[in-house]
């Protein structure tokens, strides 16, 4: 079983950042205009979050793993709800490596992994090196050809 | 390529006339306002709008052809941005036939084409008249018979005789035997025993007086209660306890009944005329009393068979039969998708289930009794917090001292979670994977081994703490409201690593026994 490349914590971390500077940012815009808001409580519940999102991506990160088996895609994640997910081979419609301007400038990018099922139809790696992203991607191809799928659905 | 047929043309361009009459006429009136204009400049835009709009519906008529060709349905449509779009025959999931009330006036139908993937209807002619539809419907039906046949070895494909023989054959093929069909007694009994306690809430929230009906049976219960018809909550305050419960079981029962009397309405409107017949290899249906719909239900594109039967039906030993292909995108619009039997006796529903996918008498698994506990802890919760509630809105409010009663509900507690325990479950059969849920209304989800997509199994933090695991086998059918993966709910943490296992081991072994059966079939002719 693989895990995920280490800076992609860096990359979650920085999400709840983002995510909990937008609500600051809201909550000073609302005490400006509207209603004046208790702007030191706010700035704690900044801090909560960030130091939540640091530590869940910590632990996200230490928990998320995938592995090729032989007849399928494995992987383990969820920080609460822990999930496991099996992907067969036969059953992938479409592989695709993406790479977002953010992953971008950490220099990382995801696989995404197309089944036709209703529920979890794209199941997506994130944090992998571009190379290595591009590697899984043609392996998984491979894979799904090798496993022949003959029912189209 | 074909058009479809004028008399939609009419329709369509007379709708899209009216609508740009009335936005002309808005207009023009706007313009007159404000810019001072002289008054009759509002309606002589009118006729401006309707021509416009007119106009385009017209000429969106000519440009939209399709035809089926080479075993392709091709639709080109389009003004501005043109479209055309070609569907292989062979991924074409269900093929639907519906008709409103002016389409029937006018003698009309719409066929909708659905494939897997997508979330919207992937070909909709509006509309085209009844034969012609029977026969796309048909054309569709035959090519996936000829491909099996062929895949099976049993039609020469040499392609100078196939035109007649196919025809030929298709004739005798299409022998229609009605399964089922809906009286009036079947129907309203239906009707009574499926309530839905959701819709008079959905049809109020739809009908342009909603509100002021509600507000109307408020102020009628008040009087009768003997309080002001004022709708404020002071004049509550007044008020004693005993008068309170009068007034809410008042509301409560008139709920019920509107309840009763909506949903047996709706069920009438939807379901009267149900009819199910079989044609070779595919279910038919057809239903509706204002909108008639139809439809075919492929057999051999089936991805979930599911039974449901709420507490009622159960007590009268009834149930419904639900048959789910790929075809629906995000069903939203319609959970009556893939009924295929409304309401049977139950031993009727299992007998057509298992001429779908074959299975043997299901032995469900219960989950381990220590999720019996979990079940109990969490209704406990529940309790408790209904009880806090309670116990505010007594203390601020009522200040009648009888929040205690509330505490009652903690005898429910146990039964609750033991009704749970009970209906949850699921069973490994010989070629399908069963799974159970539900006490007020039990869903049983049969997916075949050969059909499974993705399994996921997940824990969440409390279910850790109990060895527990939720598995969840994903296909490929429609995520409506009947429809999703089947899943077998807190199972035992190792029961749930071989169940994942087992289930990854028999997609592969099924998959491939399908194919080594076809090939036999071909090499046995």
Not at chain 1, 137 to 148: F, K, P, V
Not at chain 2, 86 to 94: A, K, S, V
């Amino acid at each position: 079983m693989e895990s995920l490349h280490p800076r992609v914590r860096l990359l979650w971390a920085g999400r709840t950042v983002v995510f909990a500077s937008v609500l600051l940012g809201l909550a000073v815009l609302a005490d400006r205009l509207v209603v004046s808001v208790p702007l030191d409580l706010v700035a704690v519940g900044w801090g909560v979050l960030v130091v939540l999102g640091a530590v869940h991506a910590v632990f996200a990160h230490r928990i998320w793993r995938f592995g090729l088996q032989d007849d399928a895609l494995f992987l383990v994640r969820g920080v609460l709800t822990r999930t496991d997910t099996s992907v067969p081979y036969v059953r992938v419609q479409h592989v695709d490596t993406t790479r977002g301007p953010v992953e971008r400038a950490a220099g990382l990018a995801s696989v995404v992994v197309y089944t036709a099922g209703s529920r979890g139809a794209d199941i997506t790696i994130p944090g992998l090196r571009p190379e290595r992203a591009t590697e899984l991607r043609e392996r998984l191809r491979d894979l799904a050809s090798e496993s022949e799928a003959t029912d189209a659905v | 390529m074909r058009r479809l047929h004028p008399r939609s043309a009419v329709l369509r361009v007379g709708r899209a006339a009216v609508q740009g009459a009335v936005f002309g006429f808005f207009v023009g009136t706007a313009l007159a306002g404000s810019l001072g204009l002289p008054a009759w400049v509002g309606p002589a835009l009118a006729p401006l709008g309707a021509t416009v709009t007119g106009g385009f519906a017209l000429v969106r008529y000519y440009r939209f052809r399709y035809e089926i060709v080479d075993e392709t349905l091709a639709v080109e449509s389009g003004v501005l941005a043109r479209q055309s779009r070609e569907i292989p025959l062979g991924r074409i999931q269900n093929v639907d036939l519906r008709q409103g009330v002016l389409n029937r006036l006018l003698g009309l139908t719409i066929v909708d084409f659905e494939t897997a993937g997508g979330s919207t209807t992937e070909a909709s002619l509006d509309a085209v008249a009844p034969e012609e539809a029977d026969r796309l419907r048909r054309l569709v039906q035959q090519f996936d018979r000829e491909s099996r046949d062929r895949a099976a070895g049993t039609v020469d494909s040499s392609a100078d005789e196939t035109d007649s023989e196919a025809s030929s054959e298709s004739a005798a093929d299409d022998e229609v035997t009605d399964l089922f069909a809906f009286s009036w007694r079947d129907l309203l009994t239906y009707a009574v025993v499926s309530v839905r306690p959701a819709a008079p809430v959905l049809t109020l929230a739809g009908l342009p007086l909603g509100g002021d009906l509600v507000a109307a049976i408020v102020r009628f219960n008040l009087t009768l209660v003997g309080a002001e018809p004022a709708l404020t909550p002071s004049v509550l305050e007044p008020f004693g306890p005993p008068r309170l419960v009068a007034l809410a079981l008042l509301t409560l029962v008139e709920f019920l009944l509107a309840a009763l009397v909506v949903s047996v309405v709706l069920t009438v409107v939807e379901y009267y005329d149900f009819r199910l017949f079989r044609e070779g290899d595919d279910l038919r249906y057809q239903r509706g009393l204002v909108r008639r719909y139809s439809g075919t239900i492929p057999l051999s594109k089936v991805q979930t068979v599911t039974v449901k039967e709420n507490v009622l039906m159960r007590r009268f030993g009834l149930a419904t039969l639900v048959v789910e292909t790929a075809g629906y995108g995000g069903g939203t619009q319609q959970s009556e998708q893939g009924v295929a039997v409304p309401m049977a006796p139950r031993e009727e529903v299992y007998e057509l289930a298992r001429d779908i996918e074959p299975f043997g008498t299901f032995e469900f698994e219960r989950p381990p009794t220590r999720a019996r506990r979990r079940y109990a802890f969490r209704f406990a919760v529940v309790a408790a917090v209904l009880n806090g509630v309670g116990y505010a809105v007594d203390t601020f409010l009522l200040e009648s001292g009888d929040w205690w009663v509330l505490l009652g509900l903690f005898v429910l507690v146990p039964l609750a979670a033991h009704l749970r325990w009970r209906h949850r479950g699921f069973a490994l059969d010989d070629d399908v994977l069963a799974t159970r849920a539900g006490f007020w209304s039990q869903t049983t989800r049969i997916v075949p081994y050969y059909r499974v997509q993705t399994v996921f199994v997940g824990r969440s933090p409390f279910q850790r703490r109990r060895d527990l695991a939720t598995v969840t086998a994903d296909t490929a059918s429609t995520a409506s409201v009947l429809g999703g993966s089947a899943t077998a709910y807190d199972v035992d943490e190792e029961t749930a690593t071989d169940l994942r296992t087992e289930l990854r081991k028999r997609l592969y072994t099924d998959l491939l026994a399908r194919k080594r059966a076809r090939r036999m079939d071909e090499s046995g002719r």
